[in-house]
């Protein structure tokens, strides 16, 4: 072989393996990452730990549009070739739909849920039911409030954990048939609303937590059980980041939910059509800790005014490109920045 044949070789083989140093070392210094991905009113977010371990919440309605653009997110942004969980909140369409679609393009290594009703459930569709089985050959874990999905702790970093707050219309606490509404003063100043029969009520809600740092995620509950989180007790604790619950409808939302998890960030999965209601917006901007809000969708419904300041709207359109939010938080969990695809916009805040 001739010698500039011989250090041609030599030169390529270092430069691969400092590329692969170099992917090493990024993974090595990894925070935790959650995105959320435009599904056009539907729900998929995406968390992916310091450790590399990914958790699906969700995966928007069943068209390859949206498999497509979770894939894309995970595989080129986060940097992930499987979804070690997928967590479906409930069994509405655009939240468990793109599950099949999601698991032809990306190895699923756990499904988790809040199980099946018993009998008859009339807005739970036995297409979607049947798909689900058959995409997760029925072995799903059924989750319970105070459960955990156990999390991988990445060497040198704080503690990391998945903690299941309400499943199945139950928080932490109560027992199977618990009603929904649990009497908390007798002039509540956010008194019940008749109870909700969809599948909503059921929603498996969790809270995530990184060293000090705390993200709420709630699916679609809706008021009344959201109050029970709140009231007598707070099951929640004061979190950092909010996941705007029911893409911010206002049968949830309950501002005795807002005060007690007192976030400092607000983010609407909302769609351009669906969600982000005015009066949700108002309950954000009046709860004290707040301090901004963000939205996937601008609500064309809506002035200006209800709607969060256009850098921090990652789709201005119904004709978007689908653009996501993503939130990074430090690797010594201390400080957490929001950033806005396609707007540049950054913010970063301190953990609390």
């Given at each position: 072989?001739?010698?500039?044949?011989?250090?041609?070789?030599?030169?390529?083989?270092?430069?691969?393996?400092?590329?692969?140093?170099?992917?090493?070392?990024?993974?090595?210094?990894?925070?935790?990452?959650?995105?959320?991905?435009?599904?056009?009113?539907?729900?998929?977010?995406?968390?992916?730990?310091?450790?590399?371990?990914?958790?699906?919440?969700?995966?928007?309605?069943?068209?390859?549009?949206?498999?497509?653009?979770?894939?894309?997110?995970?595989?080129?942004?986060?940097?992930?070739?499987?979804?070690d969980h997928l967590v479906t909140?409930?069994?509405?369409?655009?939240?468990?739909?793109?599950?099949?679609?999601?698991?032809?393009?990306?190895?699923?290594?756990?499904?988790?849920?809040?199980?099946?009703?018993?009998?008859?459930?009339?807005?739970?569709?036995?297409?979607?039911?049947?798909?689900?089985?058959?995409?997760?050959?029925?072995?799903?874990?059924?989750?319970?409030?105070?459960?955990?999905?156990?999390?991988?702790?990445?060497?040198?970093?704080?503690?990391?954990?998945?903690?299941?707050?309400?499943?199945?219309?139950?928080?932490?606490?109560?027992?199977?048939?618990?009603?929904?509404?649990?009497?908390?003063?007798?002039?509540?100043?956010?008194?019940?609303?008749?109870?909700?029969?969809?599948?909503?009520?059921?929603?498996?809600?969790?809270?995530?937590?990184?060293?000090?740092?705390?993200?709420?995620?709630?699916?679609?509950?809706?008021?009344?059980?959201?109050?029970?989180?709140?009231?007598?007790?707070?099951?929640?604790?004061?979190?950092?980041?909010?996941?705007?619950?029911?893409?911010?409808?206002?049968?949830?939302?309950?501002?005795?939910?807002?005060?007690?998890?007192?976030p400092t960030v607000a983010v609407?999965?909302?769609?351009?059509?669906?969600?982000?209601?005015?009066?949700?917006?108002?309950?954000?901007?009046?709860?004290?800790?707040?301090?901004?809000v963000f939205q996937l969708h601008?609500?064309?419904?809506?002035?200006?005014?209800?709607?969060?300041?256009?850098?921090?709207?990652?789709?201005?359109?119904?004709?978007?490109?689908?653009?996501?939010?993503?939130?990074?938080?430090?690797?010594?969990?201390?400080?957490?920045?929001?950033?806005?695809?396609?707007?540049?916009?950054?913010?970063?805040?301190?953990?609390?």
């Open positions: 072989m001739m010698r500039s044949a011989r250090k041609a070789i030599v030169v390529a083989a270092v430069a691969a393996l400092a590329a692969i140093a170099g992917i090493a070392g990024a993974a090595d210094h990894r925070g935790l990452d959650i995105y959320w991905i435009d599904v056009e009113g539907g729900a998929a977010t995406l968390i992916v730990t310091p450790a590399g371990e990914s958790v699906l919440v969700d995966a928007g309605w069943p068209l390859p549009r949206d498999a497509d653009r979770i894939a894309t997110v995970a595989t080129q942004e986060a940097g992930i070739r499987r979804i909140t409930h069994w509405h369409i655009d939240h468990v739909g793109g599950v099949p679609g999601l698991a032809a393009r990306l190895p699923v290594g756990h499904f988790h849920d809040h199980g099946f009703p018993s009998g008859t459930a009339p807005d739970v569709d036995p297409t979607l039911k049947a798909a689900y089985l058959q995409t997760t050959h029925g072995r799903s874990t059924v989750l319970h409030p105070g459960d955990e999905i156990a999390l991988t702790r990445a060497p040198g970093t704080p503690e990391i954990s998945l903690r299941v707050l309400a499943a199945d219309g139950l928080v932490a606490g109560e027992a199977v048939g618990a009603p929904q509404t649990r009497p908390c003063a007798a002039q509540p100043a956010h008194p019940p609303i008749n109870d909700d029969t969809s599948d909503n009520f059921r929603s498996l809600g969790f809270r995530l937590s990184y060293g000090a740092f705390d993200f709420l995620d709630l699916g679609d509950l809706t008021w009344n059980v959201e109050h029970k989180l709140a009231c007598p007790k707070n099951l929640v604790g004061v979190v950092d980041v909010y996941q705007v619950t029911h893409h911010g409808a206002d049968n949830s939302n309950n501002p005795a939910l807002l005060a007690a998890a007192a609407i999965d909302n769609g351009a059509r669906k969600g982000g209601t005015a009066a949700v917006y108002r309950w954000l901007r009046n709860t004290p800790s707040v301090k901004d601008r609500n064309v419904q809506t002035p200006a005014a209800d709607n969060a300041p256009p850098e921090q709207v990652a789709n201005d359109d119904e004709a978007c490109r689908g653009e996501w939010i993503r939130l990074g938080v430090d690797r010594d969990a201390k400080r957490y920045t929001v950033e806005v695809h396609g707007k540049g916009t950054k913010r970063t805040y301190a953990v609390k």
